[in-house]
């Protein structure tokens, strides 16, 4: 059977209109670093073009030789600036620093990525294989939730998490905000995309 780790791991559905505190499991991703903004940085392009190439190789790789078929996971990002108000209030994307993620099943190797990036490479389509990793990535304890709309239209709900949510429960914010893009952005209209946002927390004084 095609495991579908979207509707297996609880952490990859989030409610719409509230937030909730979930325990996020320890995962392994495909990761590339960058800085800009998201909608002219050919940084960012390029990070898009290689990992999802990687990630198909990976399933194909991991059917065909291992035996275990799998839907490929949905895109993700950390995002982080030196002014974290560039993220609710002056939304200044040039000063955004990004990771952009794929998820892999634990059973995949840093073996099987090598010889997945040496299958992409002999395409000579993804221009950011030197930047590409496997790395493990463990957020823990986390509040989320479902934003449907445009990625622009994120401001007032971070805002509202970050100092309204999380200090209300006595947590405090302790890694870089997280978005899951349950949509695909090239064929959905702004006013439907579907992302969980994501807040790494900790016990405040703890």
Do not use: C
């Amino acid at each position: 059977m095609k495991a579908d780790f979207k509707k297996q791991i609880e952490t990859y559905t989030a409610p719409r209109g509230r937030f909730e505190v979930v325990t996020v499991p320890a995962m392994q991703f495909l990761m590339i670093d960058g800085h800009g903004d998201p909608n002219t940085s050919r940084a960012y392009q390029d990070a898009l073009t290689t990992i999802y190439p990687v990630a198909y190789k990976l399933k194909f790789l991991s059917k065909g030789e291992l035996g275990h078929d799998y839907v490929v996971m949905p895109l993700e990002g950390l995002w982080w600036s030196a002014d974290m108000d560039s993220f609710t209030s002056a939304r200044d994307k040039s000063q955004w620093d990004w990771t952009m993620l794929n998820m892999v099943p634990d059973w995949i190797s840093h073996d099987h990525v090598d010889a997945a990036r040496r299958a992409v490479a002999a395409t000579g389509k993804a221009p950011a294989l030197d930047a590409l990793r496997l790395e493990p990535f463990d957020e823990g304890l986390s509040v989320q939730t479902l934003h449907l709309g445009s990625y622009d239209d994120e401001a007032p709900v971070l805002d509202t998490m970050h100092t309204e949510f999380i200090p209300a429960r006595s947590l405090r914010m302790t890694g870089k905000h997280h978005e899951i893009y349950l949509s695909d952005s090239r064929r959905t209209a702004p006013s439907k995309l579907r992302t969980i946002l994501r807040q790494p927390v900790a016990q405040a004084g703890g």
